[in-house]
């Protein structure tokens, strides 16, 4: 009996070692689940570039992962194997970047990839092997021709808010809509190359919008083309609801054109982060529809921004699904982002690099997605992970040559006999300040003497101004006086780098009239203009387009006045039984609602800038309220001519 | 006796935890998509080749070929086995949605050289091109023969293992 039971314990207590040993081995649980992403194909002829996103989708980490092999249905890759991929923490993304050199790979073909390789789990070393199916030479989305649409919006003027927004230090614009959406865009520091008036105006209504449940919100931003070097944030609050799901954002360019889908960030308030202007919003509809499914953007980066913004979505509706809450991992999400991703550096960026080599007037379109490719990948966080990383150093390098052989042919072409000083000046300029944010300003030492050497151009400054006070109250007066300077030269600075200029100001006419109670009249009252002068500074446009500046009146320029010009009032009443009474009443009238218009305290300067176009004749009505209660009307012309 | 009972129990309820936690872990994906092996124990001699052979079954919603499924393998021994997919490589064939195919090859398992008598396993995962995955599935390459001494960590750790009971003999002594 006594036998029997040590027996029985001793059966027991290898069965609890087995069961210890068996635990042990599998860490408590702990697994390791190697998937393969959707990969990324390009090439042809032979030579063929696959990136795979490798996602491990167990629950512990998986140590030191390395690729031993690949073979695309027994062709080996060609170039050094092992590929170490480091430690897949669980939930986690890695990429095997592999290239295929063989005649017996065709194009239109299905091959078998497989990867081989292996990974530490709790001190062991385990092998695995993923395998996909592969189609060589499928076009993606970066290849296939265009299929834009446009539609037609509707803005509404009469909401519209302009502010002068500093490049140093960023700033905040806000503009409500008729229907209560209030719509701000946030622009962080050093976003801009140079200062900017940026106008937002509401959308009341898009004409053909291919989104079955309508338009919610959006506005107009301008200048059109504008862009950013840092992500500005769009955040619209509108009385329109509907499940996250069923919201899409948009965007659009000049005129309605290229209508496409745009990604909204993964919160609930409807935000999107905006890199260039013109047309953002957000519609609805429980799909995406066969319209905006078979919709190809014109450009590259509108490409990537409608990819995007297809997984956004429902990777918005998942977190943001009250079932779902704390939102689940979702790794999937990210291989697909980074497929796409590395679609966009393959066959957009890296081409377009290549064509700017060449031929300089690819470079604005290459700078533009390749600036697109790179902000996107910090927003996903993919941006410190390879081969992004390595992606990310060559494309700034390529851009920093490009954009210095770019600034040395613009020197050389001032300096001829036919160039355009102006032109060349404004895009010397804007690359030493591109390079400036990138901290590689260094790499132009000689700038500022080669700008002075420039000459940058001479602009002629006429300022046509009439200011209106009218509709003011008994006991008030009215008055319209008119404002001139006429060719004021303006020099560039090649210290503050801004034009300035500064001269006469004349004052061709000042007329009024006083609103005498009765039976009191006037008597002779007098509007006495005086002399004056004027302050100008201009500073070139940098946001737009600089490195496509083909001729002077393509120079944007933000035109600051400060007049200072005296006028004298002197009032003349009499009444029934007094005789005529006169005495100064007030001064300086033109300059103090000048003051009123534009001393908004916005703006890095703290004044309403004028934004004009050289050798372009541009009009301006702005509007306010005197200190009395009267309507201010501004009615001023400014020309920036470049005498050739 | 008291204390055999508490250990015992204490060893039974552990089982049963961590076994329903293993049970659990491999289960509980709910997936559009699995496989069904013939057999998941095969017997193949050193330096031969298994084949595993079974059904694939397309729940996605949308109809599926072949060539859309991916065997994924892991956790095996890479100085003896090598696992290679059959599925879709020699044909093409169409797996409509809501279908479960006939008996195929599903993929193959080259076995190294390796001494008889020994005992291997895998992990096998099925992937659609939708990114949707199975439920992971554990097969077993059983190698003929006798395996006459203990590799060496096995024998250190039944060692370890032993020790704790020796001790509770001696003191019990």
Same mark, same amino acid.
């Given at each position: 009996?006594?036998?029997?039971?040590?027996?029985?314990?001793?059966?027991?207590?290898?069965?609890?070692?087995?069961?210890?040993?068996?635990?042990?081995? #599998?860490?408590?649980?702990?697994?390791?689940?190697?998937?393969?992403?959707?990969?990324?194909?390009?090439?042809?002829?032979?030579?063929?570039?696959?990136?795979?996103?490798?996602?491990?989708?167990?629950?512990?980490?998986?140590?030191?992962?390395?690729?031993?092999?690949?073979?695309?249905?027994?062709?080996?890759?060609?170039?050094?194997?092992?590929?170490?991929?480091?430690?897949?923490?669980?939930?986690?993304?890695?990429?095997?970047?592999?290239?295929?050199?063989?005649?017996?790979?065709?194009?239109?073909?299905?091959?078998?990839?497989?990867?081989?390789?292996?990974?530490?789990?709790?001190?062991?070393?385990?092998?695995?092997?993923?395998?996909?199916?592969?189609?060589?030479?499928?076009?993606?989305?970066?290849?296939?021709?265009?299929?834009?649409?446009?539609?037609?919006?509707?803005?509404?003027?009469?909401?519209?808010?302009?502010?002068?927004?500093?490049?140093?230090?960023?700033?905040?614009?806000?503009?409500?809509?008729?229907?209560?959406?209030?719509?701000?865009?946030?622009?962080?520091?050093?976003?801009?190359? #140079?200062?900017?008036?940026?106008?937002?105006?509401?959308?009341?209504?898009?004409?053909?919008?291919?989104?079955?449940?309508?338009?919610?919100?959006?506005?107009?931003?301008?200048?059109?083309?504008?862009?950013?070097?840092?992500?500005?944030?769009?955040?619209?609050?509108?009385?329109?609801?509907?499940?996250?799901?069923?919201?899409?954002?948009?965007?659009?360019?000049?005129?309605?054109?290229?209508?496409?889908?745009?990604?909204?960030?993964?919160?609930?308030?409807?935000?999107?982060?905006?890199?260039?202007?013109?047309?953002?919003?957000?519609?609805?509809?429980?799909?995406?529809?066969?319209?905006?499914?078979?919709?190809?953007?014109?450009?590259?980066?509108?490409?990537?921004?409608?990819?995007?913004?297809?997984?956004?979505?429902?990777?918005?509706?998942?977190?943001?699904?009250?079932?779902?809450?704390?939102? #689940?991992?979702?790794?999937?999400?990210?291989?697909?982002?980074?497929?796409?991703?590395?679609?966009?550096?393959?066959?957009?960026?890296?081409?377009?690099?290549?064509?700017?080599?060449?031929?300089?007037?690819?470079?604005?379109?290459?700078?533009?997605?390749?600036?697109?490719?790179?902000?996107?990948?910090?927003?996903?966080?993919?941006?410190?992970?390879?081969?992004?990383?390595?992606?990310?150093?060559?494309?700034?390098?390529?851009?920093?040559?490009?954009?210095?052989?770019?600034?040395?042919?613009?020197?050389?072409?001032?300096?001829?006999?036919?160039?355009?000083?102006?032109?060349?000046?404004?895009?010397?300029?804007?690359?030493?300040?591109?390079?400036?944010?990138?901290?590689?300003?260094?790499?132009?030492?000689?700038?500022?003497?080669?700008?002075?050497?420039?000459?940058?151009?001479?602009?002629?400054?006429?300022?046509?101004?009439?200011?209106?006070?009218?509709?003011?109250?008994?006991?008030?007066?009215?008055?319209?006086?008119?404002?001139?300077?006429?060719?004021?030269?303006?020099?560039?600075?090649?210290?503050?780098?801004?034009?300035?200029?500064?001269?006469?100001?004349?004052?061709?006419?000042?007329?009024?009239?006083?609103?005498?109670?009765?039976?009191?009249?006037?008597?002779?009252?007098?509007?006495?203009?005086?002399?004056?002068?004027?302050?100008?500074?201009?500073?070139?446009?940098?946001?737009?387009?600089?490195?496509?500046?083909?001729?002077?009146?393509?120079?944007?320029?933000?035109?600051?006045?400060?007049?200072?010009?005296?006028?004298?009032?002197?009032?003349?009443?009499?009444?029934?039984?007094?005789?005529?009474?006169?005495?100064?009443?007030?001064?300086?009238?033109?300059?103090?609602?000048?003051?009123?218009?534009?001393?908004?305290?916005?703006?890095?300067?703290?004044?309403?800038?004028?934004?004009?176009?050289?050798?372009?004749?541009?009009?301006?009505?702005?509007?306010?309220?005197?200190?009395?209660?009267?309507?201010?009307?501004?009615?001023?012309?400014?020309?920036?001519?470049?005498?050739? | 006796?008291?204390?055999?009972?508490?250990?015992?129990?204490?060893?039974?309820? %552990?089982?049963?935890?961590?076994?329903?936690?293993?049970?659990?872990?491999?289960?509980?994906?709910?997936?559009?998509?699995?496989?069904?092996?013939?057999?998941?124990?095969?017997?193949?001699?050193?330096?031969?080749?298994?084949?595993?052979?079974?059904?694939?079954?397309?729940?996605?919603?949308?109809?599926?070929?072949?060539?859309?499924?991916?065997?994924?393998?892991?956790?095996?021994?890479?100085?003896? %086995?090598?696992?290679?997919?059959?599925?879709?490589?020699?044909?093409?064939?169409?797996?409509?949605?809501?279908?479960?195919?006939?008996?195929?090859?599903?993929?193959?398992?080259?076995?190294?050289?390796?001494?008889?008598?020994?005992?291997?396993?895998?992990?096998?995962?099925?992937?659609?091109?939708? %990114?949707?995955?199975?439920?992971?599935?554990?097969?077993?390459?059983?190698?003929?023969?006798?395996?006459?001494?203990?590799?060496?960590?096995?024998?250190?750790?039944?060692?370890?293992?032993?020790?704790?009971?020796?001790?509770?003999?001696?003191?019990?002594?």
């Amino acid at each position: 009996m006594l036998h029997t039971c040590r027996l029985a314990r001793k059966r027991l207590a290898i069965a609890c070692l087995w069961l210890a040993a068996f635990t042990a081995k #599998s860490s408590l649980g702990q697994t390791i689940t190697l998937q393969s992403g959707t990969p990324e194909v390009s090439g042809g002829n032979g030579s063929f570039t696959l990136f795979l996103p490798i996602l491990n989708a167990g629950t512990a980490t998986a140590g030191s992962v390395a690729v031993t092999s690949a073979t695309l249905s027994g062709v080996a890759a060609s170039g050094s194997l092992p590929l170490q991929l480091s430690d897949i923490l669980a939930g986690k993304v890695s990429f095997a970047n592999l290239r295929f050199n063989s005649g017996a790979l065709v194009t239109g073909n299905k091959y078998l990839l497989t990867i081989r390789g292996t990974y530490t789990l709790g001190g062991t070393a385990f092998g695995f092997a993923i395998n996909r199916f592969i189609l060589l030479g499928a076009l993606d989305i970066f290849q296939k021709p265009a299929n834009p649409i446009t539609v037609t919006p509707m803005l509404d003027s009469s909401h519209s808010v302009q502010t002068p927004i500093s490049a140093v230090n960023g700033g905040t614009i806000t503009a409500t809509g008729a229907d209560g959406s209030v719509f701000t865009l946030t622009i962080p520091p050093n976003a801009l190359l #140079s200062d900017e008036l940026i106008t937002m105006t509401p959308i009341a209504s898009i004409g053909n919008i291919p989104l079955s449940g309508g338009f919610a919100a959006g506005v107009e931003l301008q200048p059109q083309g504008l862009r950013f070097f840092l992500p500005a944030t769009l955040t619209i609050t509108s009385p329109t609801t509907a499940p996250a799901g069923q919201q899409w954002g948009f965007s659009y360019g000049a005129s309605g054109a290229d209508f496409h889908i745009y990604p909204l960030n993964l919160t609930a308030a409807i935000t999107m982060n905006i890199l260039h202007f013109t047309g953002f919003g957000w519609g609805m509809a429980p799909s995406l529809g066969s319209t905006l499914e078979a919709v190809i953007a014109l450009k590259a980066e509108q490409r990537l921004e409608q990819q995007i913004a297809q997984l956004t979505e429902q990777e918005r509706a998942r977190q943001l699904d009250p079932n779902n809450q704390p939102p #689940s991992d979702n790794p999937q999400y990210l291989e697909n982002i980074a497929t796409l991703l590395q679609q966009a550096y393959r066959d957009a960026v890296q081409p377009l690099l290549d064509a700017a080599v060449g031929d300089s007037t690819f470079l604005e379109k290459a700078a533009e997605t390749a600036l697109a490719w790179e902000k996107t990948l910090e927003l996903e966080g993919l941006a410190g992970q390879e081969p992004f990383k390595s992606e990310i150093a060559a494309t700034k390098s390529a851009l920093v040559q490009l954009t210095i052989t770019f600034y040395n042919n613009s020197f050389a072409r001032c300096l001829a006999p036919d160039g355009v000083p102006l032109v060349e000046s404004a895009i010397m300029f804007g690359v030493w300040k591109q390079l400036l944010l990138l901290g590689q300003d260094s790499l132009l030492p000689n700038f500022k003497t080669q700008l002075a050497a420039c000459a940058a151009g001479q602009l002629l400054l006429t300022f046509d101004s009439t200011m209106m006070d009218v509709g003011e109250v008994v006991g008030k007066f009215d008055f319209n006086s008119h404002v001139l300077a006429q060719d004021l030269p303006m020099r560039f600075d090649t210290t503050k780098l801004e034009y300035t200029g500064d001269g006469l100001l004349s004052y061709p006419s000042f007329t009024g009239m006083f609103h005498w109670p009765p039976p009191s009249f006037d008597c002779g009252s007098r509007f006495i203009p005086g002399p004056g002068t004027i302050a100008v500074t201009g500073v070139i446009d940098l946001n737009v387009n600089f490195l496509a500046i083909p001729q002077p009146s393509d120079v944007r320029v933000l035109v600051t006045v400060v007049p200072t010009i005296s006028d004298l009032i002197i009032a003349s009443v009499a009444g029934p039984d007094s005789p005529c009474f006169s005495l100064p009443l007030s001064s300086d009238n033109y300059m103090v609602d000048y003051g009123i218009l534009h001393y908004n305290g916005q703006g890095s300067n703290g004044i309403l800038p004028y934004a004009v176009f050289v050798n372009t004749p541009t009009p301006f009505g702005i509007n306010g309220f005197g200190v009395s209660g009267g309507v201010l009307v501004e009615q001023t012309t400014v020309t920036l001519a470049n005498p050739m | 006796m008291r204390a055999h009972a508490r250990w015992s129990k204490f060893c039974y309820s %552990l089982g049963g935890v961590l076994g329903f936690l293993f049970l659990t872990a491999t289960s509980a994906r709910a997936d559009g998509i699995a496989f069904q092996l013939v057999t998941s124990t095969l017997t193949a001699a050193s330096g031969g080749t298994v084949t595993f052979d079974g059904t694939v079954t397309n729940n996605t919603g949308g109809d599926l070929n072949a060539t859309d499924f991916f065997f994924n393998f892991f956790a095996f021994d890479p100085t003896s %086995l090598n696992p290679i997919q059959d599925l879709g490589v020699v044909t093409d064939f169409l797996i409509p949605n809501g279908s479960t195919t006939v008996d195929v090859s599903l993929f193959d398992v080259v076995v190294g050289s390796v001494s008889p008598g020994s005992t291997f396993t895998l992990e096998v995962q099925l992937e659609d091109v939708n %990114l949707d995955a199975s439920a992971t599935q554990t097969v077993t390459i059983a190698v003929p023969g006798t395996q006459s001494v203990p590799e060496p960590p096995t024998e250190l750790f039944l060692l370890t293992g032993f020790l704790p009971l020796a001790l509770w003999k001696l003191r019990r002594a």
